[in-house]
């Protein structure tokens, strides 16, 4: 008897162990990182081009996750090659001396109906400030796309320095929006 409800029970979890799914392999063609803000009250918006990212996700322990996510800062699209080339010096960016933004989780918190808290430090010119911010989830087959989006204070990580700090010609605030597309492994 007990090695029939042994066997039971073995049973009950092999299925739902070889379901689990680990969505970790990231398609950059199918993924942005925008930014958004306003310069003299209108509002304007740009992208990134390039990223490296590395995840870990489970939909059934979102708790274990993990993300990192590497910008190229030189791949900044202000809409403008003005502003483009603007934005990369000291005052702003400053990508000679710093290349790349970072940001790494720390924790991964379910909030139900696909959607999750994601709290983790962001790092930019030097700076680290810690981001929480909601992210939803859509899973089609072994796709699944992460999406969401935050706001930063720009002058938290010294971008927009000297006359630029004040928020009257650039705001204060700049929204980050982006969809991540990764695939699953089982």
Known sequence: MKKLALALIVAAILPTAAMAETFQTVVPAQSTIGFNYKQM??????QFKRFTSTLQFDPAKPEQGKAIIEVALDSIDTGTAE????VITPTWLSIA?????RFESQSIKALGD???QVTGTLQIKGKSEPVTMPVTFTKNGNQGVFAGKFTIRRNSFAIGEGSWAAADIVAAEVGVT????????K
Request: proline share 4%; charged share 30%; no cysteine.
């Open 83 to 86: 502003g483009d080339e603007e």
């Open 114 to 116: 696909n959607r999750y």
């Open 178 to 185: 982006f969809k991540v597309s990764a695939t699953a492994i």
């Open 97 to 101: 001396k710093f290349p790349k933004a």
């Open 41 to 46: 009250g209108v509002s304007m918006d740009g």
